[in-house]
């Protein structure tokens, strides 16, 4: 028996579709054009005051720096920039994808000596970041925003956070230059009091330098991530999780997706529906563009 929503004449059948599809596309590029819209709304409001601490804290987390580390992040940012490079000579490196980055040897440095911590309590109370005598509760759970906060006392904004990753990608020596000839104009030769006129020295090269960096470390994050959910997908057998809303990240992904590729975002309003259709459009693109060289 025919459904009385479908059309049995051929012709209106087709002009049902076409009129779908022009349906679809109007509610994309709707879609997208909302997007152009929030997006410059968001230029025009700026970011939010702990959106620098968050990005430059995100560039610790990447190299395993959590919670426990935040004083003595801060602590190794208090330190005479002389000292703080003797430190990072010291440190070992680990031996991994990117074993000359300075920031594994930070990590360590940070590991090795309690004495950070206290120094580090002691910048956070003399620049009004304690609660009650101890850090912001909510840095445990973020730890990003603590990380952060030496950068965003020395000025760096979201704009210089690929300089920032930039610095820990170059060799010690070529460090400890870019250090002293910017501790020729700066009265306060701490390490992290240092770092915005270092950056600037650097110029634009660094923040080449720091890009591709940058881009490494979340290609290494998003193939970590991959293998992860691969290994418990095939430990288990619930699959209840498709039927959950799509995350915000997914749905963000989409639309990066179907910009590149010019097509229509997905319909379908499920994490499991969004899950596959990233997978049969190669999402995530920016890392898997070139899998099929």
Known sequence: MPRPDVPGDPRALLAAIDHQLASLVASRETALDRIVALDAEQAALGYHPNYPAYVHGGIYADKGFGSGHILAVAGFHDLDWREALDRLTTAPADVGDDPDCLLVRLRHACEADAMLEVSGLVWCDQVGLLKR??????????????????????????????????????????????????????????????????IETGGSRLARIGAEALHRDAEARYRDDCRSFAAHQAATSDRHWRWKPPLSRQGHLAVTTARAKDIAMPTERTRGHAASWLDDHDANIRFTQGDEA
């Open 133 to 198: 005598g101890a850090i912001n509760a909510f840095w445990i759970k973020r730890p990003k925003l603590g990380l952060g906060q030496p950068a965003k006392a020395a000025g760096l904004g979201p704009g210089q956070a690929a300089a920032h990753r930039g610095l820990y990608s170059l060799s010690i020596a070529t460090l400890a230059r870019g250090f002293d000839n910017a501790a020729v104009n700066q009265p306060d030769h701490r390490f992290g009091a240092m770092l915005s006129a270092v």
